[in-house]
């Protein structure tokens, strides 16, 4: 009797305790469930709340964006305002420098011939002296008698090449030749303008190559000879004349200076400048760099012979190019950061141009600053290089007063 009752004590105490278990486990269980529930619920709020600020934020980007687009319309039509009336200004300013354009540097030679020239005609016939002054004055006008009064239009052809650079025509023949860089053993023949123009970059030319290295973009083609300037040190700067129909070098010129100087103060590549008008050819240099003045030379093309070196007392300071029109020699300035460039100062080797004839002519606004002017004598243009571009520039011109 007695192990019957330890039995079922032991089996109620058994099933007690497993109901405790498993009550305890429920409840566990129960207690995560609901933790899971809360959290669940607290993500679906969170996850509401981001909804809406995304929304929120989508529609204040999207109103952001809108107004962006209206602000960037107005800009863009402010610009475009802007840019009309610049143009316009620019035109107005060129029609009034054409007009009534300042006073350009003058030599002290033009004073001599502006106060004294014409006060010798009139007293001439007072003084047998004076009148024979007067003849050699006149004696020494050239038979050239344009001086350029205006630019007359401005045809912008095509870009090749990299912002400095030289392109020129042979005054006596239609090629056309390009000097791309500030150096090389090489330069590019076309046949024509119209040639150079249609040709995609260089292609379709003929590459010249040259038994030397030209330097700067100072080189000048006159009568079928290329004359370009080789610069070996600081201290020798040579002119090479090289016949472009044989491919040979018929003359070599060495002009020695004291130190590395070129001749326009905002292109320094230019150690020196070759120049052909219809009196020939001229030569622009510096001496040395501490020399304040573009110096010239009047050379004889076959030769190489200098005939006379004058000061034209026109400063390198903020040059950056220069051209000769019978016998007379325009440099065009501009500033470090380029702006519209202009000539400012001129020099007539026959001391007959005087200061009311020299007027502060000003380039249409283009792109840059010139590396290099070219004149052509038989077309009256320019050949100017503005940063890789190609432009012709054709000239107005005008009698000179004292012929």
């Known amino acids: 009797m007695k192990p019957v009752f330890v039995l079922l004590v032991s089996t109620a105490w058994t099933f007690t305790g497993a109901q405790y278990y498993y009550q305890g486990l429920m409840d566990y269980l129960d207690n995560r469930l609901s933790a899971i529930e809360d959290r669940m619920q607290l993500w679906h709020e969170q996850s509401h709340r981001y909804h809406t600020e995304l929304l929120d934020f ?15 319309s107005g800009i863009f039509n402010a610009l475009e305002g802007a840019a009309v009336r610049v143009d316009r200004v620019e035109r107005e300013m060129d029609y009034v420098e054409s007009q009534t354009s300042p006073r350009a540097c003058a030599n002290k030679a033009d004073k001599v011939v502006e106060q004294g020239a014409w006060g010798l005609e009139e007293s001439r016939r007072k003084d047998e002296e004076e009148e024979e002054d007067w003849e050699e004055l006149q004696s020494s006008v050239s038979d050239c008698v344009e001086i350029i009064s205006g630019i007359r239009s401005v045809k912008i052809l095509k870009r090749v090449g990299g912002p400095k650079g030289m392109w020129t025509k042979d005054p006596r ?12 053993d090489s330069i590019y023949q076309f046949n024509s303008v119209q040639d150079f123009s249609r040709s995609p970059g260089i292609n379709g030319s003929r590459q010249i190559w040259l038994p030397s290295e030209w330097s700067g973009p100072g080189s000048a083609v006159y009568n079928g000879y290329l004359y370009y300037i080789q610069q070996e040190d600081d201290t020798d700067v040579q002119v090479v004349k090289y016949d472009l129909l044989t491919g040979t070098v018929t003359d070599v010129a060495m002009f020695p200076v004291e130190s590395h100087a070129a001749v326009y103060n905002l292109n320094p590549e230019t150690a020196a400048d070759l120049a052909a008008d219809d009196e020939g050819l001229w030569l622009l240099y510096a001496t040395s760099d501490s020399e304040p003045n573009i110096n010239l030379a009047k050379m004889d093309p076959a030769t190489l012979d200098i005939e006379q070196i004058w000061d034209t007392r026109c400063p390198r300071e903020n040059a950056e190019a220069a051209f000769v029109v019978c016998g007379t020699v ?18 007539d080797v026959n001391d007959v141009v005087i200061s009311e004839e020299a007027p502060l002519i000003y380039f249409p606004r283009r792109y ?5 002017l070219k004149y ?22 005008k009698r000179k007063l004292l012929v």
């Open 173 to 184: 023949s239609s090629k056309v030749y390009v000097f791309s860089g500030t150096s090389g």
């Open 376 to 397: 052509n004598p038989e077309e009256k243009q320019l050949y100017g290089w503005d940063d890789g571009y190609q432009i012709i520039y054709r000239l107005s011109m």
């Open 330 to 347: 325009y440099v065009v300035y501009n500033t470090r950061q380029a702006s519209r460039s202009r000539i400012q100062c001129l020099f």
């Open 58 to 72: 989508k529609k204040l980007t999207a109103e952001a964006m809108e107004g962006l687009r209206n602000e960037h």
């Open 368 to 372: 840059g600053a010139h590396a290099s």
